[in-house]
């Protein structure tokens, strides 16, 4: 009957007429085409013989010419033949999408593949192949996403062996990750290893996993993932990956010990980039890590070794001469580039360049500039010119009202490293006001040893020792590796020595005091003496 779906496994698979087979791919021919000696050829096959030989691959004839003719009539046999046999047709019709899918004609190919699933709604490899091409085709968004679900749902309604399948797991588990259904993801990605143990060892796989440990963790904060991640990363890294693979590896693994806290290592890692060939992508992920690592080092006193910077200001010098274009797009961004290598410039002790790098960012960034006032700060802090540290630290606090919101991280460091300089400028009163203010802004503020100690020296210059003691015995207490430090036990040892002489004057004090009572006393006696002898 018309329309009636046709079951090709009842139907027998015909005998194909040898004419109709090609010589070389010994397939049946879909576009036949015949050579100078008269003869015929799969299309495609022929062509590829012809680019490094002159004969014909038959006969071994020499060949003159590598013009060919359509042969129209077997041409037109073949697709008869091919009509009235479905599987046959299946069979050619899966040839012919696979080709295209391969030439990246995806719309093409997917009319294919519905012709296939027309005969045989079922056909396993029609359906994975109709949901590799809507993956290829959907700009990845949540409305693409949630449309291809649907469509992975529905195959899988018409047959469930795909859930076998590694590739269609594949394709799922994108899905799912990119529209957050990250649990389901993860059991896709462990039935897929259940299914290949092997997958463990296959760098594709690994990258791909990584990719999607990194969303969980960036979307769920799941810090187990954040650990997978730079599992499955080191792995595909002792898998020797080709260098292109390597460099991408480096980049998102250096990103990956940074997200975890481990500075260090991320450091280490972007390194290992600088003497390779790196291309745009990956330096671009490699600035934006480097320069998030600056800002914890300023914002949260991370401890890194200052050998460190050096390294890393190398890095950043080359990449700015390979990739201008790259550092542009950087300092378009959040995380400015010249803000970052000032700031580099100034910790390795370069303050002039330094100041040339904030100079570029103000006139690159405008009112977002704004943030280099506290870095111009303390490069003349660092510099010791603490006259032009303080107008930037007084610029910043009126920036402060007028621009940022109170719990801003830069606002509570500006004012601990404002009463720093207030401290070198002997102002230890205004000093104590910043870290007072400091305080109201961050009430853990208490719980960082240098703060403390940091206050504890505008107590010293103020001689109110028992505060002194107090921050410094706090500080110790938080971080006892401040006992080897030599600057902090002399300044201990002075506010020890400022405690006694306290101790002393008032021993003394009391020791004078009898004397003063009787002197006084007699006083009065003498003076009521004198009234009553009047």
């Not at 904060?221 to 499955?232: C, F, H, P, Q």
């Not at 943030?371 to 603490?386: D, I, Q, S």
């Not at 004078?512 to 009065?524: C, D, F, H, K, M």
Request: aromatic residues 10%.
């Amino acid at each position: 009957m018309p329309g009636e779906i046709i079951n090709p496994d009842n139907v027998e698979s015909p005998t194909i007429p040898d004419a109709y087979i090609c010589p070389i791919s010994r397939e049946i021919m879909l576009d036949p085409v015949i050579n100078e000696v008269g003869q015929t050829y799969e299309r495609i096959c022929i062509e590829k013989w012809l680019i490094n030989h002159m004969t014909d691959p038959y006969s071994r004839h020499p060949l003159s010419s590598s013009k060919l003719i359509p042969n129209i009539a077997l041409k037109n046999l073949i697709q008869n033949f091919i009509a009235v046999n479905p599987k046959l047709k299946i069979q050619v019709l899966q040839k012919q999408y696979e080709m295209k899918y391969l030439k990246g004609d995806h719309e093409e190919a997917l009319q294919l593949v519905k012709q296939v699933l027309n005969i045989e709604p079922d056909n396993i490899e029609a359906l994975l192949k109709k949901i590799l091409i809507l993956q290829h085709s959907f700009t990845f968004n949540d409305l693409s996403c949630t449309n291809l679900l649907e469509e992975c749902a529905a195959a899988l309604n018409k047959n469930s062996r795909l859930v076998t399948n590694i590739n269609f797991l594949k394709v799922r588990a994108n899905a799912l990750s990119y529209t957050l259904k990250h649990e389901e993801a993860l059991q896709d990605y462990e039935a897929m290893v259940n299914l290949d143990p092997t997958l463990e060892d296959n760098i594709e796989f690994l990258t791909e996993r990584a990719s999607f440990f990194s969303s969980l963790y960036l979307f769920k904060k799941n810090v187990s993932a954040l650990t997978s991640e730079i599992k499955d990363l080191n792995h595909c890294l002792e898998l020797n990956p080709d260098e292109d693979d390597r460099m991408n590896l480096l980049a998102k693994l250096a990103e990956a010990y940074y997200e975890n806290l481990e500075y260090n290592k991320s450091l280490t890692t972007l390194f290992i980039c600088k003497d390779l060939e790196i291309g745009p992508d990956e330096v671009e992920t490699l600035l934006n890590t480097a320069i998030q690592i600056l800002d914890d080092y300023n914002d949260k006193q991370k401890n890194i070794p200052l050998n460190y910077f050096k390294e890393l200001l190398i890095c950043l010098d080359k990449w700015i001469t390979q990739f201008p274009e790259v550092i542009t797009e950087v300092t378009e961004s959040y995380n400015c580039f010249y803000r970052a290598r000032g700031e580099l410039y100034s910790i390795n002790g370069l303050y002039q360049e330094a100041i040339a790098d904030f100079d570029t960012d103000d006139k690159e960034n405008g009112a977002r500039g704004i943030a280099t006032l506290r870095f111009r700060g303390l490069n003349f802090l660092r510099m010791g010119k603490y006259e032009e540290a303080l107008q930037y630290y007084l610029r910043l606090r009126k920036a402060n009202n007028e621009m940022w919101s109170a719990n801003d991280v830069i606002t509570v460091n500006s004012l601990i490293e404002r009463g720093l300089v207030y401290e070198h400028l002997q102002q230890f009163e205004n000093a104590l006001n910043a870290y007072k203010e400091a305080k109201l802004l961050d009430i853990n503020i208490e719980n960082n040893a240098l703060f403390l100690h940091q206050r504890g020296r505008a107590y010293i210059g103020l001689k109110l020792w028992q505060e002194a003691r107090k921050n410094y015995n706090e500080a110790k207490a938080l971080n006892p590796n401040l006992l080897t430090d030599i600057n902090f036990s002399n300044q201990f040892n002075i506010i020890l020595q400022g405690l006694l002489s306290e101790h002393e004057m008032r021993e003394k004090k009391l020791q004078l005091e009898p004397a003063r009572v009787n002197a006084t006393q007699n006083a009065a006696i003498a003076f009521q003496k004198s009234i009553f002898e009047k």
